[in-house]
């Protein structure tokens, strides 16, 4: 079993910048996808961005240039490092990971971008 524990939202003005981070646990195979998807209030969740375990990314274009992803392995950790946030960045942020045939999903981090 695999838990994922996302921490690291709060409150920030527009413009500014603000990273969330998500500690996996657990059984892990070598070959995986980690991933951040958002929900705003009244909208679907969405793809942000994505990182393998080979280190390749993908990113929403909403987002592009703004947010980068990464990983230490080593510690089983993904982050996303959001700058120049907009109020329409604002949403609960969810760290994902597929890894074999499961996904599994955080309980979510809230990011609000207001002044």
């Known amino acids: 079993q695999v838990q994922l524990v996302e921490s690291g939202g709060g409150l920030v003005q527009p413009g500014g910048s603000l990273s969330v981070s998500c500690v996996a646990s657990?059984?892990?195979?070598?070959?995986?996808?980690m991933g951040w998807y958002r929900q705003a209030p009244g909208k679907q969740r969405e793809f942000v961005a994505s990182?393998?375990?080979?280190?390749?990314?993908n990113y929403a274009d909403s987002v592009k240039g703004r947010f980068t992803i990464s990983t230490d392995n080593a510690k089983n950790t993904v982050y996303l490092q959001m700058n120049s946030l907009k109020p329409e960045d604002t949403a609960v942020y969810y760290c994902?990971?597929?890894?074999?045939?499961?996904?599994?999903w955080g309980q979510g981090t809230q990011v609000t971008v207001s002044s």
């Open positions: 657990g059984s892990i195979f070598s070959l995986y996808v």
């Open positions: 994902e990971l597929s890894t074999g045939p499961n996904e599994y």
């Open positions: 990182i393998t375990s080979r280190g390749s990314t």
